[in-house]
């Protein structure tokens, strides 16, 4: 699994475009990027899932550049129900059963 | 939308005490899993479960864990003997083929004292 790293923490604004960069330089060639979200005191969330440009839900938006050494999470308008940790994992989707490693993610608190 | 299941939301146990931890995962999920967050920490990989038997486990998952299916519904985490140090959430996962969209349940919330 490639290692990532993104900020420990972001404050935002209700209304506010946030953007949650995740770094993975050594990402391999069959490794996908997917992001979790969680609220406090809930299992994590399959929120968005890419593999190279851009992929885009009715949650978010992952851009991911053409080396595929990073990554951004992009939540348009948040509000205040969007605070919670998101995290970034990389790894080959087509592995069987893979079990899903989680750092220590990005704490969002969005204020009114 | 079909959710996975877990029972008790809170438990609470004397150390030295075994508890079991159920889940009921998605019917059409193949792959199981057992995670846990201590307060304020990362969520933790324990075990995974397929096919009737475990496929991985880390280091945490050492002998006083176990994990079985008993009747092709349920999904349960014993441990044995349990330590202050045992106190966390656990959630329970399931996948329903390979990938990385694994559903978690709203996890149990166990307190050792």
């Known amino acids: 699994l490639a290692k990532t790293t993104q900020p420990i923490s972001m404050d935002s604004y209700e209304g506010q475009e946030v953007n949650i960069t995740c770094s993975h330089n050594?990402?391999?060639?069959?490794?996908?990027i997917t992001w979790y979200q969680q609220f406090p005191s809930q299992g994590p969330r399959f929120i968005i899932q890419?593999?190279?440009t851009k992929v885009t839900n009715e949650v978010a938006s992952l851009f991911i550049p053409a080396d595929r050494k990073s990554s951004t999470l992009s939540l348009p308008r948040v509000s205040l129900s969007d605070t919670a940790v998101y995290y970034c994992?990389?790894?080959?989707?087509?592995?069987?059963?893979?079990?899903?490693?989680f750092g220590k993610g990005t704490t969002l608190s969005v204020s009114s | 939308e079909p959710e996975v299941t877990q029972t008790p939301s809170h438990q609470v146990t004397q150390m030295g005490q075994e508890v079991i931890l159920r889940c009921v995962p998605i019917?059409?999920?193949?792959?199981f899993y057992w995670y846990r967050q201590i307060l304020g920490q990362k969520v933790e990989f324990l075990v995974s479960?397929?096919?009737?038997?475990?496929?991985?486990k880390s280091e945490i998952f050492d002998d006083q864990f176990s994990v079985e299916r008993p009747d092709g519904s349920n999904f349960t985490l014993k441990i044995r003997s349990t330590k202050l140090e045992d106190s966390a959430m656990y959630f329970c996962?399931?996948?329903?083929?390979?990938?990385?969209?694994?559903?978690f349940g709203p996890g149990t919330r166990l307190t050792v004292t």
């Open positions: 994992l990389v790894g080959d989707i087509n592995q069987a059963g893979t079990a899903l490693i």
């Open positions: 050594n990402i391999a060639t069959n490794d996908y």
């Open positions: 890419g593999y190279k």
């Open positions: 019917s059409n999920h193949l792959y």
């Open positions: 479960f397929y096919n009737n038997e475990i496929s991985e």
């Open positions: 996962a399931g996948l329903k083929r390979k990938g990385y969209e694994q559903y």
